[in-house]
């Protein structure tokens, strides 16, 4: 395995997390919700009388932060390494994880091991072994 020191970026990526988890401790503080975007979306698409605004302005920020960030410089550009076949089986199978897990990575692995939620503990876990092994059948048992 080889490092690409040209793409670390500890500093950058150390501000994003602390913006990150000032975000999340705020609205959980100010309006005692979880950042999770799958709970975040999906209170959106079944909306509760009252509870449409923030949740329109915290996916509004999600799409806009890009576009904004766009405006200043030239946004990275992502190498994805699979076909559409293999993104959509992901993407369906992220899906059903999230609903089976009640949870998205964010709102487990982000705010629920920062509350030191048992359940989050165990889903993160659960997130990182299921990738550990993806990445090591698809690299090395497949060849993909």
Do not use: K
């Amino acid at each position: 395995m080889t490092i690409d020191w040209n793409a670390f970026s500890p500093w950058p990526s150390f501000a994003g997390g602390i913006v990150i988890g000032i975000a999340a401790a705020m609205l959980i503080l100010l309006n005692g919700r979880i950042a999770g975007i799958s709970g975040v979306l999906g209170g959106l698409l079944a909306p509760v009388r009252g509870d449409r605004a923030w949740r329109a302005a915290f996916i509004a920020g999600l799409v806009g932060a890009p576009l904004l960030y766009a405006l200043f410089s030239e946004l990275p550009r992502p190498q994805i390494d699979s076909g559409y076949a293999g993104l959509i089986a992901a993407g369906l199978l992220v899906g059903v994880g999230t609903r089976y897990g009640s949870g998205c990575t964010s709102g487990h692995g982000v705010c629920g091991i920062s509350r030191l939620s048992p359940r989050s503990l165990i889903a993160t876990a659960t997130f990182m072994a299921a990738g550990f092994v993806t990445v090591y059948i698809a690299r090395h048992l497949i060849g993909a």
